[in-house]
């Protein structure tokens, strides 16, 4: 998959089907606008997501600039959808300023030779979010590309958004949030080394320190997944406050993973989470922990099983 990332500066020599929006999350009303342009790449035209690097809320210092997908999952997911070009486009100041039509004259129909154009009925873009679907539409005879426009996906009696999934990641619903999202909610990160308590305590675990802007759920113990590589492996994971060197704590999501032995320091982790089990916890001994944690993964070696079946 090809990314352009960080630039205003690039031109495409070949036809594209372009995805248009925000992608934070991306849920199931998402990828039914990836769908969308992969039907368009059968027919010989490139898949081309374009996304922003950043949300408008976090360039005007709005909310908390947590996301639900990070910008190395984004990709993850995108590169296993058959994407073939990925465009991050800066979100600044400048940028945000340009007219919605020469933004659609100057990008999505010049330097990306757009030729089909998928986004959502809420689409926003350009000066004062004036862009959207409706104006692309009446600019396509002029530019030369086809729009379709896909309406909210409604689950579960709800219109599925963003928004809407980060209530329920903030909350630990994690299956709620696995329906809405089409894939388990997951965290990524490098594997470090922490220290090494659980393996004194029999329970070795791995760790990963996610990035800062990343939305996790409440601090507790979950039933996972984790990918490493082409390996699945079957955990359980605690996400929480961890001591560091200096002194501080930063939060890391340490898991356990049934059934294996080996090292897997320095590799991607993805951590799938499936289910909330349990809110984090202080422990009288290093006892009591020790049988918490054991029951924590027979409870999770139960989950496994008839989730298997």
């Given at each position: 998959m090809e990314i352009i990332a960080d630039s205003l500066e690039f031109q495409l020599n070949r036809e594209t089907a372009i995805a248009i929006g925000k992608f934070d999350g991306v849920h199931i009303g998402h990828r039914r606008l990836l769908e969308e342009i992969l039907a368009k790449k059968?027919?010989?035209?490139?898949?081309?997501?374009?996304?922003?690097?950043?949300?408008?809320a976090v360039l005007f210092g709005a909310g908390d600039g947590k996301?639900?997908?990070?910008?190395?999952e984004k990709r993850r997911i995108?590169?296993?959808?058959?994407?073939?070009?990925?465009?991050?486009f800066p979100m600044t100041m400048e940028t945000v300023a340009i007219e919605p039509e020469d933004f659609a004259r100057r990008f999505l129909s010049g330097a990306l030779c757009g030729r089909f154009i998928a986004a959502g009925e809420d689409l926003s873009f350009g000066r004062y979010g004036r862009g959207n679907a409706k104006l692309l539409l009446s600019l396509a005879d002029e530019l030369g590309f086809e729009i379709k426009t896909i309406p909210k996906v409604k689950l579960q009696d709800e219109e599925v958004s963003s928004t809407?999934?980060?209530?329920?990641?903030?909350?630990?619903?994690?299956?709620?949030?696995?329906?809405?999202?089409?894939e388990p909610y997951q965290v990524t990160g490098r594997i470090v080394h922490g220290h090494h308590m659980g393996h004194s305590l029999g329970f070795p675990t791995i760790n990963i320190l996610p990035p800062e802007e990343k939305l996790l759920p409440p601090f507790g113990v979950?039933?996972?997944k984790v990918r490493v590589g082409e390996a699945l492996y079957l955990g359980i994971t605690n996400i929480g406050k961890k001591p560091t060197v200096?002194?501080?704590e930063q939060t890391g999501v340490e898991t356990f993973l049934?059934?294996?032995?080996?090292?897997?320091?320095?590799?991607?982790?993805?951590?799938?989470?499936?289910?909330f089990l349990r809110?984090?916890?202080?422990?009288?001994?290093?006892?009591?922990?020790?049988?918490?944690?054991a029951r924590d993964v027979h409870e999770g070696r139960r989950y496994a099983s008839e989730n298997q079946r």
């Open positions: 059968r027919e010989g035209l490139e898949a081309l997501v374009f996304t922003f690097d950043i949300s408008p996301v639900l997908t990070t910008r190395e995108f590169r296993e959808f058959g994407v073939d070009i990925l465009v991050e809407l999934i980060r209530s329920m990641v903030e909350q630990g619903r994690m299956q709620q949030a696995k329906d809405f999202l089409g979950y039933y996972s200096g002194g501080g049934y059934d294996f032995e080996g090292d897997l320091y320095e590799q991607e982790a993805e951590v799938y989470l499936h289910e809110p984090e916890r202080r422990f009288e001994s290093l006892e009591a922990l020790k049988e918490q944690i």
